[in-house]
C-alpha cells in the first residue's frame, strides 16, 4: 500500500485558531487535518486496531482545574504490555518491540518539511482518542526513548498544520510512562478546553521562552507563535538533556494556546502553542493506578479511566491525591528550577 507523504512548509501553518465551536465550524479542517483524520478512520474500518473507539463517555469533573474524564475501559485491558524499563537513559534494544516491527497497513502518512527529514505518523493500535498516532522519527535510526530537537520540532510544527485547538502532541520519557523505547511523540484529537491552554504563568528566562506555570501541577512552559521554531526545540531539548542527565523522568505536552501572562484569563483566541514539560517522581516496573496511569495527557487535565466505578466516583480532590504521588516534592522541584534555568541561561 503506497504511504501518503505530506510535504509542508511553515506557509501552511494555521496561525490563529479559536476555542470557540462557532469559529472552529467556520474555519472548517487543514490539509493536514483531513489527511490524517481520513487515514486514521480508514484504519479503524480495515479494523487495524485492538479495539474499535467508539464515542467515549465524557465528563468535566466539578472544581476549578477543569478536569475532563474520559471513560475507556478496554485501552486499560487490550494495550500491550509495557517493557520493562529500569532507567531514563536505557539503551534501545531490537530484541524487545519496536517500531521497525510495525505492519506496513498501520502507516498512516510520512511527514516531511520542505522534503527534509521523515517523520513516520503510525496508529496507536490502542488509542486514546480520535486519531492517536505515534509519530516515529526515523524508524530505522532506532533511537532510545530520548526526546530530540528535530522530532519536537516536527511535533510542534503538527500542532501549527492543525486548524483544530484539540489537536494535541505529547512524549513520554522512559520512567513516566513511556510504554516502548523506541523514540516516539503521541498526537490526537480531545475537542475539549484543557486549563493549560490558559493557565498563568511565571517568567523564568523569557528570552528563551521559558516560564513556569503557577498552576497544579506545577510544570515549565514555553511558548511559541511559529517563529524560530528550531531555536524553540533546541532550547526545550536543552531541558529535556537537563533532565536526563540528573535522571529525572518527564512528560511533555503540546497544546494550542494563551501566550503566558500572570492570570487566568481563558477567552477564545488560540494564536500559538504552548509546550509543558512536567519533571516527576520515576515510575519503574509494573506499577499502575487504578483509576488512571499518570502519564502526559493525565498531566495536561485529560484523564482516561479504566474502569466505570472510577469513572462515576471519581472527584477533582481523588484527581489530585493521585497525581500529587508521582510530582516531585516542593523543595526538589525548586532546587531543580534553579538548575535548569542556569543551565537554560548560560548558552
Known sequence: METHCFVYSDRDFVRHVCRSAQCARCQGLSKFDEILRAGWSAKMQQGLFRYRLGDLQTR????????????????????????????????????????????????????????????LVVINVSPLEFAHCLLIPEPALCLPQILIPPALQTG???????????????????????????????????????????????????????????????????????EHLEEVAAAICQMTDCLVERNVAHNVFVTRGCPPRSCRAPGVTRPGVRVLVWPRLSCFGAKEESAFNVALCELAGHLPFKSKQDFDTMT???????????????????????QLTKCLQIT
Open 60 to 119: 468535566l469533573l466539578p472544581g476549578v482545574l477543569g478536569f475532563v474524564a474520559q471513560l475507556n475501559v478496554l485501552r486499560g485491558t487490550e494495550r500491550r504490555k509495557p517493557q520493562d524499563i529500569s532507567s531514563i537513559r536505557q539503551q534501545f534494544d531490537m530484541k524487545q518491540f519496536n517500531f521497525t516491527k510495525i505492519h506496513p497497513d498501520e502507516i498512516v502518512l510520512e511527514m516531511s518539511r520542505d522534503c527534509a527529514g521523515r517523520m
Open 156 to 226: 510542534i510544527e503538527a500542532v501549527f498544520l492543525s486548524s483544530q485547538p484539540g489537536f494535541r502532541v505529547g512524549f513520554n520519557s522512559l520512567g513516566a510512562f513511556a510504554s516502548v523505547n523506541h523514540l516516539h511523540l503521541h498526537c490526537y484529537y480531545l475537542d475539549r478546553e484543557l486549563r493549560v491552554e490558559s493557565a498563568a504563568t511565571k517568567p523564568l528566562v523569557p528570552e528563551k521562552g521559558l516560564h513556569r506555570m503557577t498552576d497544579f501541577p506545577t510544570g515549565f512552559l514555553f511558548y511559541t507563535e511559529g
Open 316 to 338: 477533582e480532590s481523588k484527581v489530585r491525591s493521585i497525581i500529587e504521588k508521582y510530582l516531585l516534592p516542593e523543595e526538589e522541584f525548586l532546587q531543580l528550577e534553579l
